[in-house]
């Protein structure tokens, strides 16, 4: 009967969301979760299943796996497993959570972080399989992958499967940065040897952390992610993640803001600003906007007798919050008073712990600039990145991305670059993007786009175009491409009024009309 009761309760949410969600923009992503059912069913069909959640949890329209996953007919949640903050998300930092009984599915809710921050045998001995489904924000300190890796070897010791339900990294998978732990620094907030920043999923985090563990791992991939991808382009609607971090800006911002543990430099309005007693706020925010930051704007703001600066991220692929922070702590250490705790032999410190290492706290001690600090732990993040190579998941390949005033282009054909080292993008969907019109003359193979009073002309394997009747000559030709016809983005966009930004390192066009 409760059952059938869940059933009904869920059938009446998804008849509500579709409705309020008309207005939403359609993802583009489909969630590791959607995945599961539609293709991978066959890894919990007839079995007895643990979930490991949380408020993060959603499918693509924020809807709770946990409800989907109680009504889904041929397999049997067991039990909840909860992070830090707990199922709901709501616990502060470092609060002792409770295990307890959900009121509505009469299951268990094993708490992963109060008496024991790995599964205990009692805890996996009633479940066939282990879900995990939490949304990551990509640093090593978030304490929800290192519940992961706590869940990969509690499995591998009581003989369970696990299978994690991938989800985007929403700082993207470009941005790899920061020290490396070390061994003798690994704690809850380190669990392995990853830098700050690791620009990995969760899946792929599983992946690189089961190479020590040996776990029966399986990771049911999300389809149309790819790692050039930020968050807002995957169109996934953003839980928050804790009380702390409510907001995109706050995941964005915790790195950069948050590494001062201990010395007096400290964040505040949840990691939107950083600052520190002795700062003059002016200084502070000209070092920081003169280092050539990208991706950021530091605005000068005081807060009681601190004085520090607000972080406006404006391109969260280019900002890179590692780098940010590490600059951000070097610049405040040479405008103020401040001191780097020391770890002993019986206590590492948790400065020592974010860090990862307690070099950092050398380096800042020893004056040095944030470029050299830079160089001292690049060769160990080179290393990192080379081992980080064989966890990553293929399909996620950096593909190019074109963004058309903040919205993903679309369509079944990927853009590419051709011979010409111009992007090329499929006609009728860069044509929509535009606002243009688009006809198609079979006869002459001429491509004919209208937006306003502008008339292009193209024809595939020419150079020439018309432009309200007048020639132009481009470097570059229209061609076919797996039945699509394919037009230089440059030419098209740039003709029809509008501006065309490259990012090489992000692979990314935005294309934006002046308003």
């Not at 920061?178 to 920043?197: I, R, W, Y």
């Not at 020439?464 to 016809?485: A, F, H």
């Amino acid at each position: 009967m409760r059952r059938i009761f869940y059933l009904l309760t869920f059938m009446l949410v998804m008849l509500i969301f579709p409705a309020a969600a008309v207005c939403q923009t359609t993802p583009v992503v489909k969630p590791g979760n959607e995945v599961l059912l539609e293709s991978y069913q066959h890894l919990i069909a007839g079995k007895r299943v643990g979930l490991v959640t949380n408020q993060t949890g959603v499918n693509s329209r924020g809807v709770s796996f946990i409800d989907i996953l109680a009504a889904t007919v041929g397999t049997k949640l067991t039990a909840l497993y909860a992070p830090e903050h707990g199922l709901d998300g709501v616990a502060k930092a470092g609060q002792w959570v409770e295990s307890y009984t959900h009121p509505q599915l009469r299951i268990p809710v094993y708490s992963l972080y109060g008496s024991t921050r790995m599964p205990t045998q009692a805890m996996l001995q009633g479940i066939d399989v282990l879900l995990f489904d939490i949304q990551d924000i990509g640093a090593r300190t978030y304490t929800y992958m290192s519940t992961l890796q706590y869940c990969l070897v509690a499995a591998e010791k009581y003989n369970k499967p696990v299978v994690v339900l991938d989800r985007p990294n929403p700082l993207g998978g470009m941005i790899v940065e920061g020290p490396v732990l070390e061994d003798c620094f690994k704690s809850f907030v380190g669990v392995d040897n990853l830098p700050m920043a690791h620009g990995m999923t969760a899946g792929e985090l599983a992946r690189f952390f089961n190479r020590k563990i040996g776990a029966a791992l399986t990771v049911v991939p999300m389809e149309g992610y790819r790692r050039s991808m930020s968050f807002e382009d995957t169109g996934l609607p953003f839980v928050q993640a804790s009380p702390n971090i409510p907001d995109l800006t706050s995941a964005y911002s915790y790195m950069a803001t948050g590494l001062g543990e201990g010395t007096g430099v400290f964040q505040a309005d949840k990691f939107r600003w950083i600052g520190g007693r002795g700062i003059d706020a002016a200084r502070y925010a000209e070092l920081l906007n003169g280092a050539g930051l990208p991706g950021v704007v530091f605005v000068p703001e005081v807060r009681g007798t601190a004085g520090g600066v607000r972080l406006e991220v404006q391109d969260p692929l280019c900002f890179n919050p590692a780098k940010s922070g590490i600059y951000a702590l070097t610049y405040a250490f040479s405008l103020g008073d401040f001191q780097v705790p020391k770890s002993t032999a019986n206590n590492i410190v948790m400065f020592d712990k974010v860090m990862g290492t307690d070099k950092m706290g050398r380096w800042l001690e020893e004056g040095l600039t944030p470029q050299q600090i830079e160089a001292r732990y690049a060769p160990a993040l080179q290393l990192f990145k080379q081992e980080r190579e064989q966890y990553l998941l293929p399909q996620y390949r950096p593909g190019l991305s074109v963004v058309v005033d903040g919205v993903p282009l679309g369509g079944d054909l990927e853009p590419f670059i051709d011979e010409q080292n111009r992007i090329m993008v499929p006609l009728r969907a860069v044509s929509e993007a535009l606002g243009a019109q688009v006809r198609w003359e079979a006869q002459t193979r001429r491509v004919i786009i209208n937006r306003g009073a502008t008339v292009l002309h193209f024809t595939v394997g020419s150079p020439v175009v018309l432009v309200n009747g007048q020639e132009k000559l481009m470097d570059t030709i229209p061609q076919i491409k797996n039945s699509r016809t394919v037009v230089p983005l440059r030419f098209a966009a740039e003709y029809l009024g509008a501006t065309v930004d490259w990012n090489g390192s992000m692979l990314r066009a935005n294309v934006t009309f002046s308003r």
